[in-house]
């Protein structure tokens, strides 16, 4: 289950993040196609970058599911793409400012 504030690494490339804000429905969060891991933890062994989920992770920019209810922010880019239960994750886009009329 996410919780906000956990810091997790990829098993399968460099990328890190941490969870801004966990959904309620606490889905499992990898990147690369393998379960994202806290920080600290050892990777597991034989785990590799699968082809379909080799799109990248990009460091400072936010991943949203399509709900906006679990955001995400890249603190280390990778070769890995973010998905939460299977469900790519996209990049937050900013909220436009209003206007000066």
Do not use: F, H, W
Not at 36 to 56: F, K, N, Q, V, Y
Not at 58 to 68: E, L, N, Q, W
Request: with cysteine; proline share 6%; charged share 15%.
């Amino acid at each position: 289950m996410l919780k906000n504030g956990a810091r997790l690494q990829s098993q399968v490339c460099e990328t890190q993040i941490i969870v801004v804000r966990a959904g309620t429905t606490g889905g499992a969060l990898t990147c690369g196609g393998a379960p994202m891991i806290e920080l600290a933890g050892t990777p597991g062994a034989g785990l590799s970058l699968a082809p379909d989920a080799a799109g990248g992770t990009a460091i400072g920019k936010r991943y949203v599911d399509a709900a906006d209810t679990t955001e995400v922010l890249a603190t280390k880019g990778g070769a890995g793409s973010l998905a939460l239960d299977g469900v790519p994750l996209a990049i937050k886009s900013a909220k436009p400012l209003p206007s000066s009329d």
